[in-house]
């Protein structure tokens, strides 16, 4: 009896010791399983480095309120998870505590640290209640201070916490230029697409029709949707810009469309020759997709009048991306707003390597010149038989100079290894194209991959929506429709039947045997 005892003891000891060692090596030995196709519960490798590549204390406070009902109650948890992780790989730079804001003391000190109150509605003991609660981030470094006053979105918290990290830490911005003097779009008129950027650049407009130069502190220019002509002399500037390793976004629309005016016509914006000797070709014309997005339109029946909302092929959402670029390898769906396509093939015989970034789907089609604009036409398959149209690309390598051998002969022939980027839309990234989140980041990761900035676009391209639906016929859906409800059925009712069989023959064979 006493040997059995002792042998339970010690078999217990033993258990206790092994989970004792299995929790003193988890603590120090940081591992995650993840699941998901693009790791988004997953510290992506840019975190990793950013945070291991620290030389000072970053200290992280949490004002988040406790005991909170569903669904807030995750908030708390998903922010500790992802800054234990962030601890983890910090080599011991940063830290972090949890304060849970009590009393009129507790809010007054979170107030005074830039962490506003949310008004929140929980359902307690059977009601609703509306409740104060607190869901904030401080970070200190040296003697510096950034704010995320409220964490909303936790699909973007890897992105917000890493980016401030990187503005914390960051001494000074690197400068991006957008050009001005022809009618471009004014950042300033993008309030989402500046603020999303201000975060970690410094801004300045570039004007070309009176400057003879980009300035050289500019990392990236951006050439946003001009509607006047560029002279010689504006786009010697650019080209001499390029030729000296500067980087280029050109995103322009190459039809002048309206939507109210119900029609679209070509616009030229003498850029044309500049963008051939890079590589790229617009071509003028507006391409339509059966993967597109919905207007509103008003529409009578009888004495009445409703608002439906109805597929406009000349709004398409890009969703084939190449996999391979950082700037769209994570995205879901572009919605471009009256595109022009592009062709890439002049590049190969300039020695330049062109990538298409976003093509059109398996049905789409373009109109060239004059274009009637008409959100009810439907459009034959005829119409749509084209697949894979080019909407976006860019091109690397060492570009020749457009004015070699003319008069505004410039200092500079050929340019060092670079890169310039064509968008075949100049208004993708408008506030009115808010309602496609991919948008606002394919614009930023644009900056951010023309800025040789591209650690964020990995973190920032993480997104744990839905992706779209594969695009399929009528006749398919119907054919799976029916499919689905008519194949389980058949399913139980054969197995019914092979059950039934397989008892009247066991059945048999016993009362042979009888």
């Known amino acids: ?89 910090s080599s011991g730079n940063l830290t972090f505590e949890f304060i849970s804001p009590q009393g009129e003391k507790g809010e007054q000190e979170a107030q005074q640290q830039g962490i506003p109150p949310a008004q929140v509605n929980v359902f307690k003991e059977d009601k609703l209640e509306v409740v104060r609660a607190y869901f904030g981030l401080i970070f200190l470094y040296e003697d510096r201070k950034e704010t995320l006053p409220t964490v909303q979105n936790l699909g973007s918290l890897e992105f917000d916490v890493s980016s401030t990290i990187k503005r914390l830490v960051t001494r000074t911005k690197k400068k991006i230029g957008y050009t001005t003097g022809h009618q471009e779009t004014n950042m300033s008129d993008l309030k989402q697409a500046s603020q999303i950027l201000n975060q970690l650049y410094d801004v300045v407009p570039v004007d070309l029709s009176s400057a003879k130069s980009v300035p050289s502190e500019i990392t990236s220019l951006l050439v946003i949707a001009p509607q006047s002509r560029f002279s010689d002399s504006a786009k010697s500037a650019i080209d001499q810009y390029i030729m000296s390793g500067g980087k280029v976004a050109f995103l322009l629309n190459k039809m002048n469309a309206n939507l109210q005016a119900r029609f679209a016509q070509p616009m030229d914006v003498g850029l044309d020759d500049l963008l051939e000797q890079y590589g790229v070709r617009m071509n003028g ?33 890009g969703s084939d991306f190449d996999q391979a670029n950082s700037m769209v390898k994570n995205l879901q769906g572009i919605t471009f707003y009256f595109v022009s396509s592009l062709d890439t093939t002049l590049a190969t015989s300039k020695g330049l390597k062109a990538s298409v970034l976003i093509r059109s789907s398996k049905r789409s089609g373009r109109q060239a010149g004059f274009t009637p604009i008409d ?46 980027l064509v968008v075949g839309d100049g208004d993708f990234m408008r506030d009115e194209m808010r309602g496609s989140r991919d948008n606002m980041t394919f614009f930023a990761n644009i900056v951010d991959y023309l800025a040789d900035d591209a650690g964020l676009i990995t973190i920032r ?14 006749g398919t859906r119907q054919f799976l429709k029916y499919t689905n409800l008519v194949v389980p059925s058949l399913l139980v009712a054969g197995y019914g039947l092979f059950r039934w069989r397989r008892r009247v023959a066991i059945k048999k064979s016993l009362e042979a045997q009888l």
């Open 285 to 317: 014309d507006l391409v339509r997709d059966f993967q597109c997005a919905t207007v509103s339109m008003q529409q009578q029946q009888g004495m009445f009048q409703f608002v439906s909302q109805v597929p406009f092929p000349y709004m398409p959402v």
């Open 375 to 420: 959100p009810l036409k439907r459009y034959t398959a005829a119409e749509l038989a084209e697949s894979g149209i080019p909407l976006a690309a860019v091109v690397e390598g060492s570009f020749q100079s457009l004015f070699t051998g003319k008069p505004l002969t410039p200092g500079l022939t050929s340019s060092p290894n670079t890169r310039i």
């Open 1 to 89: 009896m006493n040997r059995k005892k002792t042998q339970a003891l010690t078999r217990a000891a033993l258990i206790l010791g092994i989970l004792i060692l299995v929790n003193f090596i988890s603590i120090r030995l940081f591992g995650r399983l993840d699941l998901t196709k693009q790791g988004v519960y997953t510290l992506s490798d840019a975190s990793r480095k950013l945070v291991g590549s620290l030389d000072d204390r970053v200290n992280v406070k949490a004002y988040f309120t406790e005991d909170l009902a569903a669904p807030y109650n995750s908030y708390r948890r998903t922010v500790l998870d992802i800054l234990n992780e962030y601890k983890a790989y």
């Open 461 to 474: 391209s993480k997104n744990i929506a839905t992706p779209p639906l594969e695009q399929i016929s009528d």
